[in-house]
């Protein structure tokens, strides 16, 4: 039988730590020049972290690497972050490094990728922007919410056999939203109802008035009114995170660079807040345009071997 060759790599890095995060317990590896390795376990509560950084200081390890694990990494970057060098890595990309990998030695072989150079970190931007980044993707998640809402108004007013959706172009416009409200209200008359209608809207009144007719029951007013709560409630959510963003933005000195942004042709306000919160404001980080487009999921992957094309992945491409 072959005896297995042992894969040695070249030190770069004098002492470092691997990291292996679980939701419920971290796994670290120590390991360098004048130390000896060694292997603890801690748990993900904060006073057990704050001595596994202790522990990294005793030793005087200056680079940490772990793997991107869903959002378990956070709490440990957000203590060790002021004392080393942090690496986050893709998952992934440990794997497609030669040599064995197990999970029972996981911290070990990021520990010793990490002192041979072969890990390539993602990139972390600081904590204003990363404050920034959860404001603006709450909001989108909200704004997703209302449309959702939105489209449950339309099932409503279907199930109760009004067609107002076929002959208003905007069920979020001034006359579909003051003739939901009466008909909630208990409005029948087709007739009153026809007030509402704005000059601007094409289908003519006789179109409007086929439309409005159907069946509204106690429970359809009911689920409309919820509805129209639950938008209401997430419309106020957008306007106190619209707030906490400018807030952002000029505590950190952010709002020259939005401002800036926004004289980019088709960039607003809220879209330059977006692009700082996902890229931040220092392209250091970015070695040229064409990095920050493939981080970005901009451009097309091109990667070829022997006539075979392959999906191109950027190191930096993790989901922060």
């Given at each position: 039988m072959k005896k297995k060759s042992k894969i040695s790599f070249e030190q770069i890095i004098d002492r470092g730590c691997g990291i292996d995060v679980h939701k419920s317990i971290i796994v670290a590896t120590i390991k360098g020049i004048g130390i000896k390795e060694e292997t603890r376990s801690f748990d993900g509560f904060t006073e057990s972290i704050e001595q596994m950084r202790d522990w990294l200081k005793e030793y005087d390890i200056t680079h940490v690497a772990m793997e991107s694990t869903g959002v378990y990494w956070k709490p440990i970057y957000n203590i060790l972050e002021e004392g080393f060098e942090i690496l986050l890595v893709n998952a992934r990309h440990i794997k497609n490094v030669p040599g064995r990998k197990t999970d029972k030695k996981d911290s070990k072989w990021i520990a010793k990728l990490l002192l041979s150079g072969l890990l390539s970190g993602s990139f972390i931007p600081p904590?204003?922007?990363?404050?920034?980044?959860?404001?603006?993707?709450y909001k989108r998640k909200v704004v997703q919410q209302i449309a959702a809402e939105k489209n449950r108004i339309q099932k409503v007013l279907e199930d109760a056999n009004i067609k107002l959706s076929s002959v208003v172009s905007n069920m979020s416009g001034a006359t579909a939203s003051k003739i939901i409200d009466a008909m909630i209200h208990g409005q029948e008359d087709i007739d009153e109802l026809l007030k509402f209608r704005h000059g601007k809207i094409q289908s003519s009144i006789k179109d409007l008035a086929s439309s409005l007719k159907g069946k509204m029951t106690n429970h359809h007013r009911f689920m409309l009114t919820t509805i129209k709560e639950?938008?209401?409630?997430?419309?106020?959510?957008?306007?106190?995170?619209?707030?906490?963003?400018?807030?952002?933005?000029?505590?950190?000195?952010?709002?020259?660079?939005?401002?800036?942004l926004e004289t980019i042709p088709g960039v607003g306000k809220e879209g330059s807040s977006y692009?700082?919160?996902?890229?931040?404001?220092?392209?250091?980080?970015?070695p040229n345009e064409q990095h920050l487009a493939s981080w970005a999921g901009m451009s097309p992957g091109c990667n070829e071997s022997a006539g075979k094309k392959k999906v191109r992945e950027s190191h930096m491409e993790i989901n922060i």
């Open positions: 904590k204003p922007i990363r404050e920034l980044r959860d404001l603006t993707r639950s938008i209401a409630e997430k419309t106020r959510t957008i306007d106190k995170l619209d707030e906490q963003i400018e807030i952002q933005l000029k505590e950190n000195e952010l709002d020259l660079d939005a401002k800036l692009i700082i919160a996902e890229i931040g404001n220092n392209m250091n980080q970015f």
